[in-house]
């Protein structure tokens, strides 16, 4: 069993103890003597070799070599004579000091750290080559005055060669999202006209120029990085919402003119909050979509759907959806907006058939989940364009002289889910749904009363209505002075349920 220890132990040690005195032999014994430092990782290791080395001489020590030559192959034993032989004359802690583990450990750890944060530059972390322009770009907080914005700090270095007869330069910063790959790339666009390539006119592309001033050598090198622009993000539109990889590209120009001295690109990863041109053209296409539906819920929403509401939403829906260039091209017409022309007339026919499958599933009896359409609309589109869709939704109701009660109680739902507001609200159906029309008188909706108020603020706000109609009933507008009279009755009637 003694016999059979050794061998294993043998089989374990012998290749990492040939291994090392090979390392010995690459490394110089000798000279990596003079450069040990770590006292300690010494100590430990060598203490490990003696421990070792005495385990081993007690196994040794205990059996007889000469039974152990009988029992053992030749080629096992002469391995067994060199191990003792080495373990006499190595010492594996000299060579682990050498190396130095530690240092290359922590070299390992510090490039991983440098690489944590992915919106870096690859420039932050890469020895730029001086021979040619570099750029980086870093995302810091500024401060101007009392309020604080975030900007892309601009920095470059490297050397730009030019003429002799060069007498200013100038700095220009464009910036592309290459998300979806360079093919497919999208320029980042200018919120201020100032910084529009052409100062907007040709393209809202944004374009950053700065007046270098004149390079002080024909060749010009900038060993540090040099910041050179700080790019405010409320400047920007970029093209989508989410995380964007951005191509920020940076060249400098022989005066104000196109000729390029010096041009460098670098990368940079962001993360935008707020919807790109792209999202926002695309949102406007969808709630244009969902308005249409909504104005034809609000028509059916009393089982009934008169040609004359449906009309009006198809017109709505034509005019808002399609181009407005719809004509036949005449002789004179250039190939290409004869080719528009022909497209808008296809589209106008998809449109048709998709407005005639709407009016086929309303009348089947169905319905949509108005407040879901709402919701969606909400996130996609600004109060601006709500407002519109519940206009929308409000002539509808007037198209055929009359509103149903339950035509007003889902306007008045949403108004409600579309946050609309309301005053606004109840200002937009003043306008457009007269109380004459109503076939229901409601004195509650149509004044706009709200079940918050108590009985101090009821009175207080049929005050301020009384007044607003009473000013009204003289008025030279037959049909102002009209509904001024309807108004009147219904604050009286409002006052007597809700005052007493």
Not at 8 to 26: E, G, M
Not at 119 to 130: F, V
Not at 457 to 482: A, E, F, G, H, M
């Amino acid at each position: 069993m003694s016999g059979l220890l050794i061998i294993i132990l043998i089989a374990v040690l012998t290749p990492a103890v040939l291994i090392s005195a090979d390392l010995i032999s690459r490394f110089g014994f000798v000279d990596l003597i003079g450069r040990v430092r770590s006292s300690k990782l010494i100590s430990r290791v060598r203490l490990a070799g003696l421990l070792s080395r005495a385990r081993l001489a007690e196994l040794i020590g205990r059996v007889r070599f000469a039974d152990l030559i009988s029992r053992s192959r030749l080629p096992i034993v002469l391995a067994c004579l060199k191990l003792r032989n080495l373990i006499y004359h190595f010492r594996p802690a000299e060579l682990v000091g050498r190396v130095e583990f530690p240092e290359s450990i922590n070299r390992l750890k510090s490039a991983i750290l440098h690489q944590k944060d992915p919106g870096r530059s690859i420039a932050l972390t890469a020895e730029p080559d001086l021979e040619v322009l570099n750029c980086r770009v870093q995302l810091a907080e500024q401060e101007k005055g009392t309020s604080i914005f975030d900007a892309f700090t601009m920095e470059i270095c490297g050397s730009i060669h030019a003429p002799d007869n060069t007498d200013s330069t100038t700095l220009r910063v464009s910036i592309l999202d290459v998300t979806d790959g360079v093919p497919k790339a999208e320029p980042v666009q200018a919120r201020v006209k100032q910084w529009s390539a052409s100062g907007g006119q040709d393209s809202p592309a944004f374009c950053y120029n700065a007046d270098l001033g004149k390079l002080p050598n024909q060749t010009t090198t900038l060993s540090k990085w040099t910041a050179v622009a700080r790019l405010h993000i409320d400047w920007l539109i970029f093209p989508r919402k989410g995380k964007r990889n951005l191509q920020f590209i940076t060249s400098i120009h022989c005066g104000a003119g196109s000729r390029e001295l010096a041009l460098a690109e670098c990368a940079f990863t962001y993360d935008n909050a707020d919807f790109g041109y792209i999202d926002l053209q695309e949102n406007i296409q969808r709630t244009k979509t969902l308005a249409v539906a909504l104005a034809f819920a609000v028509s059916a929403a009393d089982n009934k759907l008169y040609g004359c509401e449906v009309e009006l939403i198809k017109n709505w829906a034509r005019g808002n959806i399609l181009d407005a260039r719809c004509s036949m091209p005449d002789a004179h017409t250039r190939p290409e907006t004869s080719i528009e022309n022909r497209e808008t007339r296809i589209a106008g026919r998809k449109l048709d058939r998709a407005l005639d499958k709407t009016v086929a599933f309303f009348r089947d009896g169905n319905q949509l989940d108005t407040y879901k359409i709402c919701r969606e609309v909400v996130e996609i589109a600004p109060l601006a364009g709500r407002c519109d869709i519940l206009e929308l939704c409000l002539y509808v109701a007037q198209a055929n002289g009359s509103v149903a009660p339950e035509e007003l109680a889902l306007l008045k739902n949403m108004a409600d889910w579309l946050e609309v507001g309301t005053k606004r609200f109840h200002e937009m159906m003043e306008k457009i749904l007269p109380v004459a029309i109503h076939e229901v008188k409601n004195a509650q909706v149509i004044l706009g009363l709200t079940s918050d108020m108590n009985q101090e603020k009821t009175r207080q706000y049929l005050n301020r209505q009384y007044c607003k109609w009473n000013s009204r009933v003289t008025s030279s507008n037959p049909d102002i002075q009209s509904q001024a009279d309807q108004m009147l009755r219904l604050i009286a009637e409002a006052r007597s349920e809700y005052i007493g």
